[in-house]
Nanobody, 121 residues
Framework: QVHLTESGGGLVQAGDSLRLSCVVS?????MGWFRQGPGKEREFVAA????????YYSDAVKGRFTISRDNAKNTVYLQMSPLNAEDTAVYYC?????????????????WGRGTQVTVSS
């Protein structure tokens, strides 16, 4: 069985940093982070290959967010620095997209339940 569990969300001020974690059980996969802000559609944030050899970012977070993984700990991270108010959203981790389809939410068969990030201005 495959299970994904996010943690690390919270309430912070603009300019602060947060690191989200996603613990993965049941396998080692390519992984993605998505988010959904209030009144918005779900959007791609970042992705990483199963080995950590390649990463991908949306234009909105490029240069501010860093995705990484530690397969020995079965954990994928999203370091967010600096945060701004537009980053307020529920953040989801997702697993096992095929090569070339990391930015497509429908490509991921496994999803966590999300963690709330709220950034005050």
């Amino acid at each position: 069985q495959v299970h994904l569990t996010e943690s690390g969300g919270g309430l912070v001020q603009a300019g602060d940093s947060l690191r989200l974690s996603c613990v993965v059980s049941g396998g080692t996969f390519s992984m993605g982070w998505f988010r959904q802000g209030p009144g918005k559609e779900r959007e791609f944030v970042a992705a990483i290959t199963w080995s950590g050899g390649a990463t991908y970012y949306s234009d909105a977070v490029k240069g501010r967010f860093t995705i990484s993984r530690d397969n020995a700990k079965n954990t994928v991270y999203l370091q967010m620095s600096p945060l701004n108010a537009e980053d307020t959203a529920v953040y989801y981790c997702a697993g096992d997209a095929p090569v070339g389809r990391f930015k497509e939410g429908e490509s991921y068969p496994y999803w966590g339940r999300g963690t709330q990030v709220t950034v005050s201005s």
